[in-house]
């Protein structure tokens, strides 16, 4: 399963590619056909902000409940890196790909 460029309409994107080409603000992934940069687009925005977000709460509020480094591993870190892994395996299979905004130095 492959996703499209935007910029030359190819399949040319594999899930792990897409995965790494990041959100909208970052320099995304270059297409192997034509060069084109693409980045995951808005759905991959509002998926990402709703998981993350009760995620890094929680790591908040765990940091100020809990005593020991453990308890605060096992309540915030772990749900936060399930969110990040749920956002890479959201963006590897899901959304559209966009054509990168921001420039590439
Ligand atoms: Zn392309």
Redesign the pocket.
Known sequence: MKHT??????K??SPIRKALAGGMTSNGQA??????R?VNGKLSLIVNSITLLPAMVLVFITYFRFDTMMDVVKGGLIPLLAAIAFNYIFNAFFGKLIPAIRKFK
């Open positions: 460029c935007p910029h030359c309409g190819e040319t994107f297409c192997p056909s034509c060069g084109g693409c």
